[in-house]
């Protein structure tokens, strides 16, 4: 080897492991998506219950006060507006419902392709339980911890603990 010649350049970086191209993904995604505003209303007159704008996505627990008026409805419909700046394959929600530190219930939710750049509205009616099997507003109340997880396909993107208080 002449010592006028440069020395090899050096191999490029190995490829990055699926795993952090999924990762990185996976953070703009979460990065993009946005609760614009939900709502909860009487599925059977349409009539609005309980509305909240600006939601706070990064906190780890939120309240939500809600009137107990909704405990009677046979059926509520539960409006949520998101936008997205990223395409998603299949955005679904994941809501495990805990009462007094006790696995409740689980609700499952699936939205499906969301367009990149967009603004989304998504309706989701919430069959109540019959009223021999409701606990009472008095006792939910500040003890009901909704665990909220939003996935795009089995990544999750946002995810935040909400405790309701009826009034």
């Known amino acids: 080897m002449d010592s006028d010649e440069p020395p090899p350049p050096p191999p490029p970086p190995p490829p990055l492991p699926a795993n952090d191209d999924r990762a990185a993904r996976a ?9 614009n505003y939900m709502n909860m209303r009487d599925a059977s007159t349409g009539q609005v219950l309980w509305e909240h704008h600006d939601w706070d996505c990064i906190s780890e627990e939120t309240e939500a006060h809600i009137p107990r008026a909704i405990l009677s409805c046979p059926q509520v ?58 606990i009472p507003a008095e ?29």
């Open 27 to 35: 953070e703009l995604v979460r990065k993009g998506f946005r609760i």
């Open 77 to 134: 419909s539960r409006e949520i507006n998101f936008s997205s700046q990223e395409q998603m394959s299949s955005l679904r929600l994941v809501q495990t419902i805990h009462f007094n530190g006790q696995h409740l219930e689980e609700w499952q939710f699936s939205f499906g392709f969301v367009i990149p750049n967009s603004t989304n509205t998504w309706q989701q009616t919430i069959e109540a339980a019959d009223a021999d099997q409701m």
């Open 139 to 167: 006792l939910l109340s500040g003890n009901t911890l909704i665990d909220t997880t939003f996935f795009d396909g089995d990544v999750p993107i946002a995810s935040q603990r909400i405790r309701i208080w009826y009034v």
